[in-house]
């Protein structure tokens, strides 16, 4: 692996994050696959269909968006907020960009009988559990100061973006811990970001390539 400047330095690399929580959260008995494990792993646009996907991982978890918590926002997607403004809707937990990953955190408390009023705190047993994860992945100890905030090396980011083989994680069939692959993740881009986003149209790029 080529290293230049500070590989050793620790950088938080927030969203980037969320494939490896994904995993955790899989481990931990998290029933998600295809598309809705596209958006645990998402930094969605708050299109119609990322909300609707959002409702029904917290649905099939007995919940509903008000046990979410993420801060109010519009939608990152341009056409989507000026409507919602136009339309005089308030920010909302569920348009934020993160409420994919905490729908499915929230699903994994359930699972597991954990309080799902706290998910987001350190000491949360969810959130230990996710932790643990991260470092195994990375292969070091990694500070953690809740659910989105998690640091470590460029060294150990780059190892772990390696295996995964893209920043998404959506499969159709169970993962093993190690099993994402980039053909897996492809199939759900659009949900994994948005129908405008750069992310969707460089990974149809990729899917016309490999096809081809």
Known sequence: MLELGSPDAPVFPRSSNKPMQAVGMLEAGLDLYGELLALASASHSGEAFHLDGVRRVLTAAGLDETALRTPPDYPVDDVEKLAWVAAGTPPSPLAMNCSGKHAA???????????????????????????????????????????????????????????????????????????????????????ASGLGSSQARIAASLATSSSG
Request: with cysteine; net charge negative.
């Open 105 to 191: 955190m929230l699903a994994t408390c359930v699972v597991n009988g954990w309080p799902t009023d706290s998910y987001p705190d350190p000491d949360h047993p969810l959130q230990r559990a996710l932790l643990g994860t991260v470092e195994r992945l990375a292969g070091e100890q990694v500070t953690a100061t809740g659910s989105p905030v998690a640091s470590a090396n460029v060294a150990a980011i780059a190892c772990w973006r390696g295996w995964s083989g893209a920043r998404y994680v959506a499969v159709s069939q169970p993962l093993t811990t190690q099993g994402s692959s980039i053909a897996a993740c492809l199939p759900e881009q659009f949900m």
